[in-house]
């Protein structure tokens, strides 16, 4: 199965790197060096080809180049399917990021609509123990990478949300403030909660339908304690008239979906993840992500592209080798970081290698 996969890959001034060069095929990216040589540096730029601030969730003054501070730009060709699209995003004297689609100028948003991406990396190992924030954006990614018009969807209710949040900081009690905003993060909200039910739904059928050496997991996906999904547009716009006056006393929204939380169960157990082990919680994040993959493959025809950080890490040689074949059979092309090239020899001729160096705080690559 052809995937989506880079064909080249420049950057000018973007983090440690200060120029990059790179033509690569559609197999897998193995990219490995020392701790600090740059390798992370590199996923996070293929990472920026989606909407949104990439993996890391850094400001755009935080990418460049230090001490020059000149800005930084990327660019790449992407193929999939007989297609070849050209992407720019830069940033120009601590501007906000820009995006070039085939020439002309785009909202991110469009990005989402010609690269389907999903990744992992060492921040997320603490996904299921750390706070719901993370898990909600973990998941609309996944959502977004099946459902691109999910972002504009979380856009318009968080703009309506903190628009509303003005007027409870402000203690405005006039009802009449509040009803086109809540009209707004009702609809917004119902489109956000339906889409991420939905992809729940189409995990959970990836992981069943496969044999895998990971183990699957059960999601559930809930609200506050007052609240049990799913909620229509009415039960929303009534949750929030109804929760105003507690609302205005903590000055912020407590209800709706910006609210909800991802649950999982490893199946096998019958253990939440949050009680699994570091290295049990590692497997089912990767056995999530592989049924992302693989269900985008079923739908699409063509698998997304993979970046998987550190990805050797809490895994034993077996799920290790493991997870490389189902990579390969996937036919994604997934950029892998690791210390050593060592990390990568179950691959064998099944990837294409970069070796990353330090030289004077410049990232220098050389492909083997």
Known sequence: ???????????????????????????????????????????????LLSPGRGFRRATTDEMSRCPEGLGWKIGALVGSQGRTHEI???????????????????????????????????????????GAEGRRRFLDRMVMSFIPDHAEAVLNYEKAMRERNRLLKDQVRDGGWYGALEARMAAEGAAIQDNRLSVIARIERAQQG?????????????????????LTREDLLSAFSESRRADLVAGRTLRGPHRSDLAALYSAKGVAARLSSTGEQKALLLSLILANARALAEDSGAPPLLLLDEVAAHLDLDRR??????????????????????????????TQRLEVHDTDGTSDIRML
């Not at 052809?2 to 197999?27: C, K």
């Not at 909202?107 to 389907?116: E, N, S």
């Not at 496969?210 to 799913?230: D, H, K, N, Q, Y």
């Open 321 to 350: 080798a493991a997870l490389y074949d189902e990579i390969a059979a996937l036919g994604a092309q997934a950029w892998m970081t690791g210390t050593g090239a060592e990390l990568f020899a179950e691959l064998g001729d099944r």
């Open 88 to 130: 720019a995003t830069w940033s120009e004297g601590g501007s906000g990021r820009q995006v070039a689609l085939d020439g002309k100028a785009v909202p991110q948003i469009a990005l989402g609509r010609v690269v389907r991406l999903v990744w992992l990396v060492p921040a997320m190992d603490r996904l299921w123990i750390e």
């Open 210 to 230: 496969s044999r895998t050496a990971f183990p699957s997991a059960r999601l559930a996906l809930s609200g506050p304690e007052e609240e049990t999904l799913p």
């Open 1 to 47: 199965m052809a995937g989506l996969f880079l064909s080249s890959l420049t950057l000018s001034h973007f983090r440690s790197h200060r120029s990059v060069r790179l033509a690569v095929g559609p197999e897998p990216v193995a990219v490995f060096g020392p701790n600090g040589s740059g390798k992370t540096n590199l996923l996070e730029a293929v990472s």
